[in-house]
């Protein structure tokens, strides 16, 4: 059984269609990058997975739990699943470790105490310890970033979804996020990254979803979207991001 | 201009007989107080509701919410003064409305007063807080969604601390200008800072040190509310986001 299965799914926007009839499967352990021109329809497809945003049509499972079926109880599944925004969105009122310790305590049921110590280990893991009584506004872009992700991996996620993890970053913190994706990655976390960062896809993804238009044009392992993508459009793509 | 003046009249006897003007302008400050207090609890406390509301993914509480606003802030303060005293008990069953008519003094005119302030002020303080939440990004409550928070705790806990601390500029002006209305009361009776010096003017036709004594007072009063609400700004500024320059840190 597939982590997340997305099966011909559409959404539209009133009358503008955003997705169209998109489908794939993520098997446990795999690292996929979802990427396209602005507009593809990449983020959402990602959104949809947790039920961020609802869609009209076709079904997602996400570890065997229907995400569109009203009886899910949607704030628990959510909970299991990891998501790091592309503006960090940690809450600016608390601190780094109040942050890190609101969705533990409050969805989880877990104790300050226990929640602080799984906080806090994964605040070390991102390297960013000693900032754990600041607030979000004293550090910068990567560090928020790295926290949104320690953040996300104290809840125990089965999967992560990545939305533009490096978009808003200046280009000297990009790497230091990256690196604690590929960290995750080569651990076997499940993750679902959109990213124009080919250098990372080419790394750690399984396979690259090319999306364009609301559709996914291509699904193809690494070696064969990097190697001979056969769209057209994933080719120009590509020649475009490539070069430069 | 032909005017005696006379300062040594605020110790002498007012009008109950029993007060010094002084004395009487500060009850009557007692009631301004104490109606722009309790009225402005009714307003924080509904306009907060209200406010909610409005942002709600739920379309019928957004338009409810919309119609007590166009209701409460389309008709002018002192129509909504009067309807609560004088309409509002002719329409209730006999034995309410004669029980609220036949309520003592300060109360019978202090209940209505308090109502109509605090119903007519929640309409202005839901526009701050609807507007305060609608300037937090989408992302905010997407993120409180995404770790699982249910819509209340998503107010709570991520929405409100942050749009609270929006708006409290905006709420500080809200504050001042309900302890101003609450000189409309004295149309319906209260004898709150205004009425007092009315009646000090009526009796004494000293109508300079009277209206002195009021603007003072209104002035010094308002200067103490946004010293407060200035401190309150500071003790929850949040370090790196918005506040007095002088807690920030590196932020954007």
């Known amino acids: ?244 | 201009m032909n005017y005696n003046w006379n300062w040594k009249i605020f110790f002498e006897t007012s009008a109950d007989g029993r007060h010094t003007w002084l004395t009487t302008l500060f009850i009557g400050l007692g009631w301004t107080l104490t109606t722009a207090l309790c009225a402005g609890i009714i307003a924080f406390l509904l306009g907060s509701a209200l406010g909610v509301m409005r942002t709600t993914p739920h379309k019928w509480a957004v338009k409810l919410g919309n119609a007590y606003v166009e209701f409460f802030r389309n008709i002018p303060l002192l129509v909504q003064l009067f309807l609560w005293y004088f309409v509002l008990p002719e329409l209730l069953p006999n034995a309410i409305g004669g029980w609220i008519k036949s309520m003592t003094p300060p109360w019978a005119s202090f209940v209505p007063a308090v109502i109509g302030l605090g119903l007519f002020t929640a309409a202005r303080v839901s526009e701050q807080v609807r507007a305060g939440i609608q300037a937090l990004s989408r992302g905010q409550g997407q993120a409180g969604t995404a770790l699982g928070l249910t819509l209340s705790q998503r107010y709570r806990f991520v929405l409100l601390p942050m749009a609270y601390r929006i708006i409290l500029p905006p709420l500080t002006s809200e504050t001042m200008n309900l302890i101003k209305n609450t000189s409309v009361a004295l149309t319906i009776g209260l004898f709150e800072l205004t009425a007092a010096a009315r009646s000090m003017q009526e009796f004494t036709f000293q109508v300079f040190e009277a209206f002195t004594a009021a603007t003072v007072i209104y002035i010094l009063v308002n200067l103490i509310t946004v010293n407060l609400m200035r401190w309150i700004e500071r003790s929850v500024a949040v370090p790196g986001f918005i506040g007095p320059p002088d807690v920030g840190g590196g932020g954007h």
């Not at chain 1, 994964?122 to 600041?134: H, M, P, S, T």
């Not at chain 1, 533009?164 to 280009?171: G, N, Q, R, V």
Request: glycine residues 8%; hydrophobic residues 40%.
């Open chain 1, 1 to 244: 059984m597939p982590m997340i299965e997305i099966k011909d799914v559409s959404k539209w926007y009133g009358s503008f269609q955003v997705l169209t009839n998109c489908t794939t499967n993520v098997e446990k352990g795999e690292v996929i990058v979802v990427c396209g021109p602005s507009g593809s329809g990449k983020s959402t497809l990602i959104k949809v997975v947790n039920a961020l945003e609802p869609f009209q049509e076709g079904n997602i499972v996400v570890d065997g739990i229907k995400v569109n079926d009203p009886k899910t109880n949607l704030p628990k599944l959510r909970a299991r699943v990891g998501m790091v925004f592309q503006h960090f969105e940690l809450f600016p009122h608390l601190t780094i470790t109040q942050n890190l310790t609101l969705g533990q305590i409050k969805v989880l049921g877990r104790t300050p105490e226990e929640a602080k110590t799984r906080g806090l280990k994964y605040l070390n893991r991102v390297g960013l310890i000693e900032q754990k009584d600041k607030f979000p506004g004293q550090l910068s872009g990567g560090q928020q970033q790295r926290v949104a992700i320690a953040r996300a991996l104290s809840m125990d996620p089965i999967c992560m979804l990545f939305d533009e993890p490096t978009s808003a970053l200046d280009p000297e913190m990009i790497n230091e996020v990256l690196d604690v994706m590929v960290g995750l990655a080569k651990e076997g976390m499940t993750m679902m990254v959109v990213t124009h960062e080919m250098g990372f896809a080419n790394k750690v993804a399984n396979r690259v979803i090319f999306m364009d238009r609301g559709q996914i044009v291509e699904d193809a392992t690494k070696a064969d979207f990097f190697g001979k993508p056969r769209s057209e459009r994933a080719q120009q793509f590509l020649a475009k991001i490539l070069h430069h």
